[in-house]
Nanobody
Framework: QVQLVESGGGLVQAGGSLRLSCAAS????????VGWFRQAPGKERDFVAA????????YYADSVKGRFSISRDNAKNTVYLQMNNLKPEDTAVYTC????????????????????WGQGTQVTVSS
């Protein structure tokens, strides 16, 4: 198992940027696929972005494509989510998740693929 800790959330005005970090401890992170999910109050958890173990493959939800960018630094055991041009509808708790098994295609977008979860970080975008 790997322990995940998110950071970088906060309050930002619409059009602003934030960079979230997902730091892993307990095992080498390089073998894990990682996803970011978000959940707004009263809504279901939604897929945001995902990255494969090497960083060579990424996936994005249509709602964030072109605005968010996921990347990883395996030497630092950290995955990042750069969020630009933030909108009020991006307000949510953002949580990173990881899984060590091979993941393919649409499974990256499925929260049930992942078996390691962080506690989440709040992102609030004001209009």
């Amino acid at each position: 198992q790997v322990q995940l800790v998110e950071s970088g959330g906060g309050l930002v005005q619409a059009g602003g940027s934030l960079r979230l970090s997902c730091a892993a401890s307990g095992r080498t992170f390089s073998g894990y696929a990682v996803g970011w999910f978000r959940q707004a109050p009263g809504k279901e958890r939604d897929f945001v972005a995902a990255i494969n173990w090497s960083g060579g493959i990424t996936y994005y939800a249509d709602s964030v494509k072109g605005r968010f960018s996921i990347s990883r630094d395996n030497a630092k055991n950290t995955v990042y989510l750069q969020m630009n041009n933030l909108k009020p509808e991006d307000t949510a708790v953002y949580t990173c998740a990881a899984v060590r098994t091979y993941v393919s295609g649409t499974h990256y977008r499925d929260q049930y693929t992942y078996d390691n979860w962080g506690q989440g970080t709040q992102v609030t975008v004001s209009s």
